[in-house]
């Protein structure tokens, strides 16, 4: 059964940056499509960041562009979210999500992703 367990949130003031990160079991993190999604309270789950199988692809939402990198490390099969100039709109609970796609393309919706971890809220005070 596939795992995934997040960590890394916390609170934080606005401008500060934090790394989040996601312990897959088994080897999704490494061949399959990965991403990281948000939910803040009475909205529905956002689209953060996604990362393709290879590793070599990347995808961001205007929201969180040239904010938000997403990577990957193999050998720890793990899954990272590093979030510069943070806002106090990121404030939310933050999902990894790991899929069975191994194609070459990068999965933004969140029904293409078959497993979810349990998220780690993040709070941006002003």
């Known amino acids: 059964q596939v795992q995934l367990v997040e960590s890394g949130g916390g609170l934080v003031q606005a401008g500060d940056s934090l790394r989040l990160a996601c312990a897959a079991s088994?080897?999704?993190?490494?061949?399959?499509?990965m991403g990281w999604f948000r939910q803040a309270p009475g909205k529905e789950r956002e689209f953060v960041a996604g990362?393709?199988?290879?590793?070599?692809?990347?995808t961001y939402p205007s929201s969180v562009k040239g904010r938000a990198a997403i990577s990957r490390d193999n050998a720890k099969n793990t899954l990272y979210l590093q979030m510069d100039s943070l806002k106090p709109e990121d404030t939310a609970v933050y999902y990894c999500?790991?899929?069975?796609?191994?194609?070459?393309?990068?999965?933004?919706?969140?029904?293409?992703?078959?497993?979810w971890g349990q998220g780690t809220r993040v709070t941006v005070s002003s």
């Open positions: 999500a790991g899929s069975d796609y191994s194609g070459i393309g990068v999965l933004t919706a969140p029904q293409s992703y078959k497993y």
């Open positions: 088994g080897r999704i993190a490494n061949d399959y499509a």
């Open positions: 990362i393709g199988a290879s590793g070599a692809r990347t």
